[in-house]
């Protein structure tokens, strides 16, 4: 089981002590021989009083072994903090707070973002099937599951669209397995994934049960190009990220990094998807395929691009309406788990005594990401550039979120700056 199935599972329960008066983690751990010769090096400015984040960022990713961090904090939609971290005995290595970073799951919110903004045009409808709207015909051989029908936009974008991964593997890390299946060569393509997850059975009967699912996400991508008859990375830049300003997001590559991204580290090493003899490469390089994954957990962005995308969900953008706000965070069939909260569209939400809390993390082979949005009108982003290390220590929501948590409860003043305008 992967960090991300772990956090997903216990991240909500944790976040959600209701009035976020969560307690630090014992952040213990042997640094490598290595590690000994690291120096420190901080970037971008914050307003007065908040150093806490700071150094809670930096304790958390010395004892990881962290080369790169991000952290932008937001508050009642002011910029007050800007950060880029580098932990590195690479001189040339220097993270800014404009760097890019892949988001993994953070992607999510994305594209429900998109597929909202096709609902409120018009364009689409919530209670649409997925069987109307792409092909969803299975590979030769295969039989389509009759309760595909039942599938619509609404339980794809809530994860109820009856897909489970932890009773049948999620077919979006199957490319060799789909390759074979298809008779076609490596790498495969976004269609092949949806052509191969069509002739899977559903674990669940769609609406009944949540199941966190890429693959969902990955047919709500396909959603988004074919209704809008654009590129999905094309149509997000129009309609979401360019109305605020944001320039810098981009599809993320497998094998190569663009301009300003920063390199990922794991300890792990796999087999390439992108070549039928299977070279052994790095885990981030080339054992996944990041291309087919951008509506489900490829985008790059920086902290600072991350916070202002979220004002969306404050209402004060043009994007979504009050309407479409509440249609992301409208409870689903399914009603509350037994930890008390819900998946709305891309994130997860528990209503506590003042407002609701939002967040989600995203985890990828050299990626760790986390957003919060507090009841009281403070989020921030967290972006790393490594999942896991030698020092076995977690990398799950918690574990990130707790000590800024701490901070910010700790806090009776906060500044009255916006650093917005030094990145838009």
């Excluded at 216990?10 to 640094?31: C, E, S, Y």
């Excluded at 009603?335 to 209503?351: C, E, I, P």
């Amino acid at each position: 089981m992967t960090h991300a199935q772990v956090s997903r599972r216990n991240f909500g329960r944790l976040l959600g002590l209701a009035g976020l008066g969560v307690a630090a983690p014992t952040l213990v751990g042997t640094r490598s021989a290595r590690a000994a010769t690291r120096t420190w090096r901080m970037t971008g400015s914050a307003g007065a009083g908040l150093t806490g984040f700071d150094t809670a960022l930096k304790t958390l990713m010395q004892a990881r072994n962290i080369p790169c961090g991000q952290l932008a904090v937001m508050r009642k939609g002011k910029l007050i903090l800007a950060r880029g971290y580098t932990w590195s005995d690479d001189t040339t290595l220097s993270v800014q707070p404009t760097s890019l970073f892949r988001l993994g799951s953070l992607s999510k919110a994305i594209t429900a973002t998109v597929v909202s903004r096709l609902v409120q045009d018009g364009r689409l409808s919530l209670s649409t099937p997925v069987t109307q709207l792409i092909d969803m015909t299975p590979p030769s051989g295969r039989t389509a599951d009759p309760r595909l029908s039942q599938v619509t936009v609404r339980r794809l974008l809530q994860h109820l669209g009856g897909w489970d991964r932890d009773i049948t593997p999620d077919p979006t890390y199957l490319d060799r397995t789909i390759a074979a299946a298809l008779g076609i060569a490596l790498p495969i393509g976004k269609a092949d994934m949806v052509k191969y997850g069509a002739g899977v059975p559903l674990d669940h009967a769609p609406g009944s049960t949540y199941a966190y699912s890429n693959y969902g996400y990955l047919l709500l991508g396909q959603i988004v190009e074919k209704v809008s008859g654009l590129p999905y990375a094309t149509y997000v830049q129009q309609q979401v990220l360019t109305p605020l300003g944001i320039t810098r997001n981009r599809p993320g590559r497998s094998l190569t990094r663009a301009t300003g991204e920063v390199p990922y580290y794991s300890q792990y090493t796999g087999p390439s998807v992108f070549d039928a003899a299977g070279t052994t490469v790095p885990s981030p390089y080339g054992s996944f395929n990041v291309e087919n994954r951008t509506a489900m957990g490829g985008w790059l962005t920086s902290a600072v691009d991350y916070v202002k995308f979220t004002q969306i969900f404050d209402g004060t953008t043009s994007v979504l309406n009050k309407a479409s706000v509440d249609a992301t965070f409208a409870k689903p069939e399914t009603g509350l788990n037994a930890d008390g909260y819900y998946y709305g569209f891309g994130w997860m939400a528990r209503d506590v005594t003042g407002g609701r809390n939002t967040w989600h993390d995203g985890s990828l082979p050299g990626t760790a990401t986390i957003v919060t949005r507090r009841y009281d009108g403070i989020t921030w982003a967290v972006l790393l550039d490594q999942r896991d290390d030698a020092s076995g220590l977690l990398y799950d929501y918690n574990t990130i979120s707790a000590p800024l948590h701490n901070v910010a409860n700790a806090l009776t003043t906060w500044p009255a700056v916006d650093l917005f305008s030094q990145y838009y």
